[in-house]
């Protein structure tokens, strides 16, 4: 039974799970940072006319969807090193969770332009507005809205992601949590305190859903 | 060199067959018990009682709040504290199913009277494609057990890795693995909506 809970040794532990949680917090924040330019990039391949751009769009966004993350973390670990590439685990880790939520967020994007009707592409077409005002004054702005939501949703993913590059030894919250679980043998300790510092996170980010729906909301009604 | 590697790699593949073997049977097993279970607490939620819709509320938070890493250690490693001992199968097992909660929920479930008949039919039409993208995301969430040590793909790769010391190889061919489980469920997934979207009379653009 847990009654020899120890919370002295989770105070002890406190400056570490801080650590942990800011570690995951920035490299959480600079993988979302990465996987929007990723997404953005993919999408707009995605879009094009020609299969020249869609096609190895389309093939990567299928690859990383149908693969679980800790196979392409794992590949890129063992694998960059042999293209020549050693970098550090952290880097390593950014990189996947960047590759890897890109994938998802080009097809949130592409939802989201995809949302606007047909008649007001069309419409701005007929008023001879060029491609890049189309996309500018009439597209994009209504996709930024519906994506929003999605895309925060795509970021407490991610926060959850970043967990399995414990797995890889960066020290982030999850490997705090292992830390103190095989130092001092308190597995409850370590695994209960990272989850409710992993709740915070999602509290934190669901909370930010809720105002920007909000906000959106009536930025929407003032429009 | 790359064809030595290539030897050794064939002979792996006993091993290979077997992680590809255990994600699968994990799976499904949790495919199903994570249905029922998800199936059961969305009735439940929309069932009338508040008490018991916040609790499961609750509990769905704190699922989708938390890493499935830090979940599967929890089980792993805490529940024999209190007395319950599982081996590493029944603990991923038993860590899986939980997320399925969110595909049932997402129905919008009304009364247990009017379930059967009326309302199970049709939201079942818009739960199917959630659902098949759920278990994709089951498939693919079943490489985290390879951390409390279960011999699946994704392990076998980081087994044979460090025998035949080319990552990329290895790990492209895992990948490969996967790919061939779940590509044909995405693509179902992705024709279920097209087919419901298009029961509704909305245009694909």
Redesign the interface.
């Known amino acids: ?2 009654e020899n809970f120890s919370f002295r040794t989770i105070v002890e532990y406190l400056p570490l799970f801080g650590q942990g949680l800011v570690t995951t917090v920035w490299l959480s924040a600079l993988s979302f940072v990465g996987a929007l330019i990723v997404g953005i990039v993919l999408c707009a391949m995605n879009l094009q006319r020609g299969w020249l751009f869609r096609a190895p769009a389309k093939a990567y966004i ?2 990383v ?8 973390l ?2 890129l ?7 020549g590439f050693v970098l550090p685990e952290l880097v390593v880790g950014i990189i996947a969770l960047s590759l890897n939520s890109g994938a998802y967020i080009a097809e949130i994007i592409r939802a989201g332009i ?1 949302s606007i009707p ?1 008649g007001q592409v069309e419409a701005s077409v007929a008023s001879g507005m060029t491609y890049v005002q189309r996309m500018r004054l009439v597209v994009l702005p209504q996709a930024f809205k519906v994506t929003i939501p999605p895309l925060l949703g795509q970021a ?1 993913v991610l ?6 590059l ?2 890889i030894s960066v020290a982030e919250l ?1 490997r705090a ?2 830390l103190l ?1 095989s130092d001092r043998f308190m ?2 300790e370590g ?2 305190t ?2 409710a510092f ?2 915070l ?3 934190c980010i ?1 909370g930010l859903a809720v105002l920007s729906s909000r906000w959106l909301g009536t930025a929407g009604a003032r429009a | 060199m790359i064809w030595h590697q290539f030897l050794s790699l064939a002979g792996s593949y006993p091993l290979a067959l077997r992680g590809l073997g255990m994600t699968v049977v994990l799976s499904l097993i949790s495919l199903v018990l994570g249905t029922l279970l998800g199936f059961g607490l969305g009735i439940l939620r929309t069932g009338g009682n508040r008490l018991i819709s916040i609790i499961i509320g609750a509990w769905v ?2 699922i ?8 599967i ?2 089980i792993f ?2 529940l024999p ?3 319950i001992e599982l081996d590493a199968f029944t603990a991923g097992i038993r860590s899986v199913p939980t997320g399925q909660v969110e595909a049932a929920l997402a129905s919008g479930l009304s009364r247990w009277q009017r379930m059967r008949q009326v309302v199970l039919p049709q939201a079942m039409r818009i739960v199917l494609p959630p659902l098949v993208g759920q278990y ?1 995301l089951l ?6 057990v ?2 409390i040590g279960l011999t699946d ?2 392990r076998v ?2 087994l044979v ?1 460090q025998r035949v ?4 190889l ?3 061919l ?2 490969v693995g ?2 061939i489980v ?2 044909p469920l ?1 693509m179902l997934a992705r024709r279920l909506e097209r087919r419901i979207g298009a029961a509704h009379g909305e ?1 694909q ?1």
């Open positions: 039974m847990l299928d690859a969807r149908a693969t679980p993350l800790l196979a392409q794992y590949f670990y063992f694998g960059l090193p042999r293209l995809l047909r407490i926060v959850k992601d970043s967990a399995l414990s797995l999850t949590g292992q679980a597995p409850a695994f209960l990272i989850a992993y709740l996170l999602y509290y669901k | 938070d704190l989708r709040g938390t890493p499935f890493l830090v979940q250690f929890l490693f805490i504290e209190f007395g994709v498939i693919k969430d079943s490489s985290v390879s951390a793909l994704t790769g980081w890795v010391p080319n990552g990329l290895v790990f492209f895992v990948g996967y790919f779940c590509y995405i245009v653009l």
